[in-house]
């Protein structure tokens, strides 16, 4: 498990079990692990999700 900052400085848990799902529901973002904390850390735009979460974009 990787626990990493979001722009807002709210801790985010990158568990295996999360990268496991994100990679078996995204095959081309197999092993973009490094990808996917630059995002989260550092994304382009955020936008409101449609239960009340934020999403991290990387253009």
Do not use: W
């Not at 079990?17 to 850390?41: A, F, L, W």
């Not at 449609?50 to 974009?57: F, H, P, S, T, V």
């Amino acid at each position: 498990m990787k626990i990493v900052f979001s722009k807002h400085n709210i801790p985010i848990r990158i568990t295996d079990e999360r990268m496991i799902h994100i990679e078996s529901n995204h095959p081309e973002m197999y092993g973009c692990g490094d990808k996917i904390q630059e995002t989260v850390t550092n994304p382009d735009i955020i936008y409101a999700g449609d239960y009340g979460e934020l999403l991290a974009i990387k253009l």
